[in-house]
């Protein structure tokens, strides 16, 4: 079991950067393959990002690479994402999530997960 609390959320402008945080509890996090997606108002959640066990491999949607870059600590028990150049588009909930299975190929499937966190409100005003 995990439990995961996202947090950094907040309101900037366009051209701005946040992190979001994402801290989980139970072990052992190294195992877990982590994730970010998100959801904006009547839209259905989508991926953002990915990251493998040990953080080798990173995985992101068109949409924000060259821009966010996810991370993690293992010894922190908890997953990044840094998000550059942000645009109103970018406004939405942030969830992050645990998949139990080792990295495959569909780490954009919000179906392949197994924890989420509450999520983080990010607003991006133009």
């Known amino acids: 079991q995990v439990q995961l609390v996202e947090s950094g959320g907040g309101l900037v402008q366009a051209g701005d950067s946040l992190r979001l945080s994402c801290a989980a509890s139970?072990?052992?996090?190294?195992?877990?393959?982590m994730g970010w997606f998100r959801q904006a108002p009547e839209k259905e959640r989508e991926f953002v990002a990915a990251i493998s066990e040990r953080g080798v491999r990173t995985y992101y949607a068109e949409s924000v690479k060259g821009r966010f870059t996810i991370s993690r600590d293992n010894a922190k028990n908890t997953v990044y994402l840094q998000m550059n150049s942000l645009k109103p588009e970018d406004t939405a909930v942030y969830y992050c999530?645990?998949?139990?299975?080792?990295?495959?190929?569909?780490?954009?499937?919000?179906?392949?997960?197994?924890?989420w966190g509450q999520g983080t409100q990010v607003t991006v005003s133009s």
């Open positions: 139970g072990r052992p996090f190294s195992r877990y393959v």
């Open positions: 999530a645990a998949d139990r299975a080792p990295l495959g190929t569909s780490y954009a499937s919000m179906y392949e997960y197994d924890y």
